[in-house]
């Protein structure tokens, strides 16, 4: 069996694992959906037969026949906590959530590894401490305090941007003006996230690249003579670019599962705070679909980034054909 | 002298400013609001409303307080329902452009014991247990003052509410002597010894964790603390409130603290303390067992009429006081508050500003018609009245579908809406005795496409819950023995038993549009506010007789609605 065989075969095996214990995870937690109603409103009977609307009635091999059906067929059914289909759920999420997280973690990592970089070329220089500095402070700070202050400064007391939602109510008309909405109410969260998420990749990029910097082969082209921003570019930023490109890729699965906090301090609907409420209410057909499209992505993300690292270091190419 | 407790110690001049804010805030409300508390309970008229004069209506979801504050602040939404933060109101209060108003609720806080097993099977050190919970001062504390303390099994706002019950004040040396005038003793290390020399072992408190629930974790370490000071060792265990939950199904505990939202019915007593509810998914945590108190609650569950259930909620009140299954600690009062660029909001000490009569009058204190923004905290769901059972659904349905009757919002007695009046009778026959409703429903009255509302829609609507049985109606319809329709205006219904709330069970029931529902493939699926209207291209099938309609649901966003200019208690005026 060859490498990609191989590994394809695995993500196969995790992806069973995942649905298995998806389903077995939520209905061992304690509690259930219908015990977790108080309310003096609903008899004993009351419970029973909201029970059997949910399926729950059934014995557990034949609840898990009909999860793994449904959801080798992508059909999740209907989410107890909100009476909608789950895929209608997450397809009304995703995009809000894709936009903001996928927005914010290139906005973050591009200006995180220009700003380490830069910091990583200039030891010892202000420009080093005040990254060093800012780049601690940025992932210090609460989300929710960032997010609030931005809140009452720029859309309370210079309201330039609005404090809350996706678009305004009620929503201009046209798709020029409707875009632009959209994005003036984007502005602030994914300002607060790149805010939140620069610091980290800065810190990262620079310990990286002084390592890096002071690696013999850097040595070496150095006495060789070669001109200061080939050195970087494509001996320092390459040797580089295999470990940053692997914390990207796995970074992306994130984006899909969303902010809670971010979602609700600037009352976004995303899939961050669907997730959350259906692990704590129990909603086992919501939490089942995203927990395995979550892994879904992650798979996949890990398949794409073996595959990037072959692109990106040919040796890495090399020692799996020599196999 | 009262005093208020702050981190620093105690500050007299504290309680002097709290107590002018609070009657400033009581004053607001009953004095200060534009169209507010206009009428007197007397001369509350529900037939000199109209259909609204607001056009549009939209119902904006924020769901950070932080951020739901700042937008009323600056008049981007009106109407802020439910606050619960004391720094909130507070704020508010000192808005010139805000409001406030302020109602108690049905809203009722309870630390819980298993009765089942020792030490709590001993009704004198429940007793003490309650006796030694400083209410007073832990609503100051925790909610500066914008809740009651709360010393009966059902709030002051209740029409059954019964002040006259054995009361145990906060007073820990006479919680000590109850116990020792009954033979208990104290251990060399202050814990409690009962009569038959067995030592109280460490009981766990159950609460929700601090993060999910802070004022329930705080509340439930000061009981602790309480009863350990009179010689019960407690320690709180904050846990998952899910967790927490299903430990009090299986009944593996031995107190908990939890709040229940009551209604106006005090039926609510017969699920937490009957005997017959000590069952599986029955709502008698406590487990207590009384054979006279389960008397009390039949005849409450069963009562006849208006007159044998005021007897029978004041009996059980009083008989609950003496067996102390848990210790009421406090109330919390609703709070809403209302820009005033807007005038019309019906005010009681039982209704807060943002409620249906409100939105029936409101309009604009200065200048022409504009929309209303009303905050929803949470994203609506499926919008089904079959399922949904969000309080943030059902403050969209509710102002679209209709049920036979209202409440008043001075006195919460039952009043005439779809319905124009109604007969109770009790008939007998070879079953026994059964509860006749006869209902006579308004003429005029037309669903929001245009169609005429008749008995048969009403009729149509209690079969469908009962051949479905729709969960969250199943005790509104398992009663219900046979419907007959005799004309288009007169609905009778039969039940299997006799009691005065099967009138509020069944009449509180929303009315469907059968000419909609019966095309229905699956009510459980069915998501009317995403469907078009079969002959309406401009509506959905979420279709109603009330004096909104709906117009759009844009998911995380608002929900529209426009005011019903033909609603059916009057044309627009």
């Known amino acids: 069996m060859n490498y990609w065989n191989r590994r394809i075969a695995s993500a196969i095996l995790v992806l069973a694992l995942v649905l298995v214990l998806n389903f077995l995870l939520f209905r061992l937690m304690p509690g259930d959906p219908v015990a977790s109603i108080i309310d003096p409103r609903f008899s004993p009977e009351a419970k029973e037969q909201l029970r059997r609307m949910y399926g729950l009635d059934q014995s557990l091999p034949v609840q898990f026949l009909m999860y793994v059906k449904s959801t080798l067929s992508f059909d999740f059914g209907i989410s107890f906590l909100t009476g909608r289909p789950v895929m209608d759920e997450l397809r009304s999420r995703v995009p809000n959530t894709v936009f903001l997280l996928g927005t914010s973690l290139l906005l973050s990592s591009f200006l995180g590894t220009w700003l380490g970089m830069k910091a990583a070329l200039r030891r010892g220089s202000i420009l080093e401490k005040c990254v060093l500095w800012i780049g601690a402070l940025s992932f210090s700070f609460p989300s929710f305090f960032v997010q609030l202050v931005l809140l009452m400064f720029f859309a309370s007391m210079l309201p330039v941007f609005p404090l809350r939602g996706t678009l305004s109510v009620p929503p201009p008309s046209g798709g020029a003006a409707l875009l632009f909405d959209y994005l003036r109410h984007m502005a602030l969260p994914v300002l607060s996230l790149v805010l939140l998420g620069f610091g980290g990749w800065a810190i990262y990029v620079r310990n990286l690249m002084v390592k890096i910097l002071g690696e013999d082969f850097i040595l070496l082209a150095r006495a060789r003579g070669l001109p200061k921003k080939n050195i970087l570019r494509r001996h320092a930023f390459r040797t580089m670019l295999p470990p940053l490109l692997t914390i990207f890729l796995l970074a992306l699965p994130g984006i899909v599962s969303g902010a809670v906090i971010t979602e609700t301090v600037f009352s976004l609907h995303g899939v961050g705070r669907f997730l959350l409420e259906a692990v704590t209410g129990h909603d086992y057909p919501a939490a089942g679909a995203a927990f395995f499209l979550l892994a879904l992505l992650t798979v996949a993300c890990n398949l794409l980034s073996d595959l990037l690292y072959g692109v990106t270091d040919p040796r890495v190419r090399l020692e799996r054909g020599n196999r | ?573």
């Open chain 2, 1 to 573: 002298m009262i005093e208020i407790y702050t981190p620093q110690g105690y500050r007299k001049d504290e309680k002097e400013m709290k107590r002018a804010l609070f009657l400033a805030l009581i004053a607001v409300v009953f004095w200060m609001l534009p169209g507010g508390a206009e009428a007197a309970p007397g001369k509350f008229d529900p037939e000199s409303y109209s259909a609204p004069k607001i056009e549009d209506l939209y119902l904006v979801i924020i769901r950070d307080p932080d951020a739901q504050i700042l937008a009323l602040q600056r008049g981007q939404v009106h109407i802020l329902g439910d606050l619960h933060r004391p720094v909130d109101v507070d704020a508010l209060a000192l808005d010139p452009k805000v409001n406030l108003s302020l109602a108690s609720g049905f809203h009722g806080f309870f630390l819980g014991f298993n009765v089942r097993t020792f030490p709590w099977n001993r009704v004198e050190l429940r007793q003490a247990a309650w006796q030694s919970l400083p209410r007073e001062r832990i609503v100051r504390d925790l909610f500066a003052g914008y809740a009651e303390p709360l010393s009966t099994f059902l709030p002051p706002v209740s029409p059954y509410y019964q002040p006259d019950v054995t009361a145990y004040p906060f007073n820990p040396d006479a919680a000590r002597k109850r116990l020792a005038d009954a033979g208990w003793t104290w251990s060399e290390d202050n814990v409690l010894v009962s009569p038959e020399g067995e030592r109280i072992p460490p009981q766990r408190l159950l609460s929700p964790t601090a993060s999910v629930a802070p004022t329930t974790a705080e509340l439930a370490a000061r009981a602790a603390d309480a009863l350990t000071a009179i010689g019960i060792p407690v320690s709180s265990e904050p846990m998952d409130f899910a967790t927490m939950i299903s430990r009090l199904n299986e009944r593996n505990f031995q107190m908990y603290v939890l709040a229940w939202q009551m209604t106006r019915d005090p039926d609510s007593l017969y699920a937490f303390y009957s005997s017959k509810m000590d069952i599986p998914g029955g709502y008698n945590i406590p487990g207590i067992s009384d054979p006279e108190l389960d008397v009390v609650l039949d005849r409450l569950r069963f009562a006849p009429d208006a007159m044998s259930a005021l007897a029978a909620a004041s009996e059980a009140q009083k008989k609950l006081a003496e067996l102390a299954p848990v210790a009421p600690i406090y109330s919390r009062y609703s709070i809403s508050a209302v820009s005033r660029e807007w005038k019309g909001t019906l005010v009681t000490d039982r209704v807060t500003a943002d409620n249906t009569w409100s939105l029936l009058a409101m309009e604009p204190a200065i200048g022409p018609m504009r929309p209303l923004y009303l905050v929803q905290g949470e994203e609506p769901r499926a919008l089904n009245p079959f399922t949904s059972s969000s309080a943030y659904d059902w403050q969209v349905l509710g102002l679209i579908y209709d049920s036979l009757i209202a409440v008043h919002p001075y006195t919460l007695e039952t009043i005439p809406w779809l319905a124009k009046s109604w007969s109770i009778e009790t008939r007998h026959d070879d079953s026994g005795p059964h509860t006749i409703l006869t209902f006579h429903l308004r003429e005029g009255a037309r669903w929001q496409d245009g169609k005429p509302l008749t008995a048969d829609d009403a009729a149509f609507t209690y079969e469908y819950l009962r051949k479905n049985g729709v969960p969250r109606y199943f005790d509104n319809v398992d009663n219900i023995d046979r419907i007959e329709t005799p004309n288009d205006l007169t609905l009778v219904v039969t039940m299997k038993n006799v009691s005065f709330w099967h009138l509020h069970r069944v009449g509180g029931i929303p009315i469907l549009p059968r000419h909609i529902v019966e095309k229905v493939d699956d009510w459980r699926s069915w998501l009317p506010a995403s469907v078009k209207h079969p002959e309406n291209s401009s509506m959905t099938q979420l279709v109603g007789t009330g004096p909104f309609i709906f117009r759009e649901y844009r998911a995380g966003e608002y929900v529209h609605l426009k005011g019903n200019k033909d609603f059916w208690l009057g044309r627009r005026r």
